[in-house]
């Protein structure tokens, strides 16, 4: 196989780089930090500009979202609770609606990305991933509109690694979109053996993961 897994060239039609979740607090002095979440904005910016097509995706909390801890008292962040829809874990307040914490990075610099897409805005469903909320019933729509803009091919960067970039990749598979994530435009929150957990379930999956040195011209 070669070191590119016969993928189509980035700027083709039919592909597309989805980024996840480069906002404020994600990025070390956040709410949320993920560790060195800073330090893979250049790679981004440089991998954006070889994409025709660009999406971004945004987590987007109601004030109360039922995935922070302060709104389970007695709970502390890290902990998990059973909902509805089954095992939450919980999570500093983070990427509330219209607040800094929840704008992209400055230093993000994609122009010509088309689509925004916003996720988490129920406030009594999570949404790890970019395509269907943690109900896994609810789509936010992104399939829809890769679909019919004849794209079958997607790339994922961004934060975090275990949580909303391995949701997101596994349901993009799930909606039989070529996937591949690139790795070292990642990093991960890595609780309690996630990343391992994550990388394992990506690869059963059929998500290639490669490294940004190995992607297609
Ligand atoms: C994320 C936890 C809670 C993420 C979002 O972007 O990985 N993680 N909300
Ligand atoms: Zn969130």
């Known amino acids: 196989m070669s070191p590119s897994h016969n993928l189509p060239p980035l700027n083709d039609r039919r ?14 002095g956040g709410q949320l930090a993920v560790q060195g979440g800073d330090e893979i904005v250049p790679l981004i910016n440089r991998l954006g500009a070889r994409f025709r097509n660009v999406v971004i995706a945004q987590d987007w909390h109601p004030a109360g979202h039922v995935s922070f801890a302060s709104s389970h008292p007695g709970r502390a962040p890290f902990d998990s609770v059973q909902l509805p829809y089954g095992a939450q874990t919980l999570w500093p307040d983070h990427c509330v609606q219209g607040s800094h914490g929840a704008r992209l990075h400055a230093d993000l610099d994609l122009p010509h990305a088309q689509l925004i897409v916003r996720k988490g805005c129920n406030r009594d469903i999570d949404s790890y991933s970019a395509f269907v909320e943690a109900d896994r019933r609810t789509p936010t729509g992104l399939a829809g509109y890769l679909k019919e803009r004849g794209i079958d091919s997607v790339y994922l960067v961004g934060l975090a690694l275990d949580y909303c970039v391995a949701w997101s990749a596994l349901d993009a598979r799930a909606a039989g979109f070529s996937t591949a994530l690139i790795v070292d435009a990642c990093r991960a929150i890595d609780l309690d053996g996630s990343l391992q957990r994550a990388l394992g379930e990506m690869e059963s999956a059929g998500v290639k993961l490669i490294d940004s040195m190995a992607l297609p011209t």
Do not use: G
């Open 15 to 28: 592909c597309a780089l989805v980024v996840i979740d480069m906002q404020n607090d994600f990025i070390p």
